[in-house]
């Protein structure tokens, strides 16, 4: 089973900063099949990127994905309050389908 | 646009069984992978299973396997996740989530994330 280990747990920025969540993993994952959710609380997941850099319907320009084999990136170009939430990356394409432990934003 | 509507929450006793369902409003569920996830208070998210109604094909994850059923009933585009012998260590949301494309061979069961999510469920087990 590939195990998906995201740093940092907690980011905690300013509206307007940069935010970078990693995602790696223990043995290599296709690009194909690297996934970023979004969860707020009290919420289902939403679906911000998939086959690690193409945004998902209706996802804002401000995030993007990127990376490969085992070190996968999602970038919050300048985040806003609306951002806070729990980040999980996934991966899919074979069984079993895992998730990372996810990374908290905060906003200051 | 598709929608997917949970049942609503349970109380069950450990050992007993939990059904939830899952239907689609919207869009059918039949030439896409539904997936079920749950989430432990407090805890990241945990694939169960899937199935593809129109293959009739299931997967589960080997920690599900032997406890989890998924059933689909394409006429009411509903899926149903029964999950027996239950333990304390069982609550928690339940989800059911569609697989981002229709999938054109049974082959396909994983290729997919997911992009339209039920609200939960809260699953309590306690005596």
């Known amino acids: 089973e590939i195990v998906l280990t995201q740093s940092p747990g907690t980011l905690s920025l300013s509206p307007g900063e940069r935010a970078t969540l990693t995602c790696r993993a223990s043995q290599s994952v296709s690009s194909d099949y690297l996934g970023w959710y979004q969860q707020k609380i009290g919420q289902a997941p939403r679906l911000l990127i998939y086959g690690a850099s193409n945004r998902a319907t209706g996802i804002s320009e401000r995030f993007s994905g990127s990376g490969s084999a085992t070190d996968f990136t999602l970038t919050i170009s300048r985040v806003e309050p609306e951002d806070v939430a729990v980040y999980y990356c996934?991966?899919?394409?074979?069984?079993?389908?895992?998730f990372g432990q996810g990374t908290r934003l905060e906003i200051k | 646009q598709v929608q997917l509507v949970q049942s609503g929450a349970e109380v069950k006793k450990p050992g007993s069984s939990v059904r939830v369902s899952c239907k689609a409003s919207?869009?059918?569920?039949?030439?896409?992978?539904i997936s079920w996830l749950r989430q432990a208070p407090g805890q990241g998210l945990e694939w169960m299973g899937g199935?593809?109604?129109?293959?009739?094909?299931?997967n589960y994850a080997q920690t599900s396997q032997g406890r989890v059923t998924i059933t689909a009933d394409e006429s009411t585009s509903t899926v149903h996740m029964t999950l027996s012998s239950l333990r304390s260590d069982d609550t928690a949301v339940y989800f059911c989530a569609r697989g981002f494309g229709e999938v054109p061979g049974a082959m396909f069961f994983y290729a997919y994330p997911m992009d339209v999510w039920g609200q939960g469920t809260t699953v309590i087990v306690s005596s």
């Open positions: 919207g869009s059918s569920v039949t030439n896409y992978v």
């Open positions: 996934q991966k899919y394409g074979s069984s079993p389908i895992t």
């Open positions: 199935i593809i109604p129109m293959f009739g094909t299931t």
